[in-house]
T-cell receptor, first 114, second 114 residues
Framework: AQSVTQLDSHVSVSEGTPVLLRCNYS??????LFWYVQHPNKGLQLLLKYTSAATLVKGINGFEAEFKKSETSFHLTKPSAHMSDAAEYFCVVSDTSGTYKYIFGTGTRLKVLA | DSGVTQTPKHLITATGQRVTLRCSPRSGDLSVYWYQQSLDQGLQFLIQYYNGEERAKGNILERFSAQQFPDLHSELNLSSLELGDSALYFC?????????????FGSGTQLSVL
């Protein structure tokens, strides 16, 4: 069975400092991995996705994530946080075994301090 | 704007009642997913339809049912409502049923059961 673990439920950073949101996954198959962002009172929006091409994936708004198979990790990073990055972030692994499910992590709430 | 439309945005009802949530997917998308988001359970996958057929089932209660119509819009029916059903219900759509596809989320229906 596939699963995803977001290691931090809350992360606080100062504006202009780097962001690191951690995600570990478990998968018996070659996974597809995603990061989604949810701003308050909004639906989820895709930041980036990994589907076995380049291990470093660049997304929108300056975010990127690196797929590390040896560490079963897919951490999300951004060099410099902006106030508008404050939101909840979800790491998602897709079930490629044929059951057609996307499995969401529990989310990490990012707070950006002025 | 994701192109996915959910109605109503807010719904307040009483225990024991039945409600219907509606979702119109993005133009051209054949697959519709329903998710429930609550503070204690996080984002839970309920059910997926592809081109009118049920494709995958998640943690959907027997009191809940869904369908996708020939015009591809979908409805989620919740009956015998309980206080614990209060949550944000999201609909998402994608081009097809493959689990490496990007999901487009609606802005959700906030259900309050009193």
């Amino acid at each position: 069975a596939q699963s995803v673990t977001q290691l931090d439920s809350h992360v606080s950073v100062s504006e202009g400092t780097p962001v690191l949101l951690r995600c570990n996954y478990s998968s018996s198959y070659s996974p597809s991995l995603f990061w989604y962002v949810q701003h308050p009172n909004k639906g989820l929006q895709l930041l980036l996705k990994y589907t076995s091409a380049a291990t470093l994936v660049k997304g929108i708004n300056g975010f990127e994530a690196e797929f590390k198979k040896s560490e079963t990790s897919f951490h999300l990073t951004k060099p410099s946080a902006h106030m508008s990055d404050a939101a909840e972030y979800f790491c998602v692994v897709s079930d490629t075994s044929g059951t057609y499910k996307y499995i969401f992590g529990t989310g990490t709430r990012l707070k950006v301090l002025a | 704007d994701s192109g996915v439309t959910q109605t109503p945005k807010h719904l307040i009802t009483a225990t024991g009642q039945r409600v219907t949530l509606r979702c119109s997917p993005r133009s051209g998308d054949l697959s519709v997913y329903w998710y429930q988001q609550s503070l204690d359970q996080g984002l839970q996958f309920l059910i997926q339809y592809y081109n009118g057929e049920e494709r995958a089932k998640g943690n959907i209660l027997e009191r809940f049912s869904a369908q996708q119509f020939p015009d591809l819009h979908s409805e989620l029916n919740l009956s015998s409502l309980e206080l614990g059903d209060s949550a944000l219900y999201f609909c998402a759509s994608s081009v097809d049923a493959a689990t490496n596809e990007k999901l487009f989320f609606g802005s959700g229906t906030q259900l309050s059961v009193l």
